[in-house]
Nanobody, 115 residues
Framework: QVQLVESGGGLVQPGGSLRLSCVASGSTFSLYTMGWYRQAPGKQRELVAS???????NSADSMKGRFTISRDNAKKTVDLQMSSLKPEDTAVYYCNARRPWFSYWGQGTQVTVSS
């Protein structure tokens, strides 16, 4: 069982930056592929970025160059550094931990990009 708690969301102006953090409880954190997803009102949840146990990253095309995912296995954390934020980045951002047969979600953190 893995529990995930996100933090770092809030209100930011267009062009600004924000860093989200997710801390996990439970063992074997290093074996999980960790990801950040987001869901805007009326839209489906979508992948923002992921990082596997080997440190390989993947991100959505619209976010490449703006968002960076990183993990610290010793601290059991995965962070999402977001820059050049746009109003369309407004969404609830969720942390996810997955490996074969298992997938866990955090409760989400709201990010609002508005002037």
């Amino acid at each position: 069982q893995v529990q995930l708690v996100e933090s770092g969301g809030g209100l930011v102006q267009p062009g600004g930056s924000l860093r989200l953090s997710c801390v996990a409880s439970g063992s074997t954190f290093s074996l999980y592929t960790m990801g950040w997803y987001r869901q805007a009102p009326g839209k489906q949840r979508e992948l923002v970025a992921s990082i596997n146990s080997g440190g390989d990253t993947n991100s959505a095309d619209s976010m490449k160059g703006r968002f960076t995912i990183s993990r610290d296995n010793a601290k059991k954390t995965v962070d999402l550094q977001m820059s050049s934020l746009k109003p369309e980045d407004t969404a609830v951002y969720y942390c996810n931990a997955r490996r074969p047969w298992f997938s866990y979600w955090g409760q989400g953190t709201q990010v609002t990009v508005s002037s």
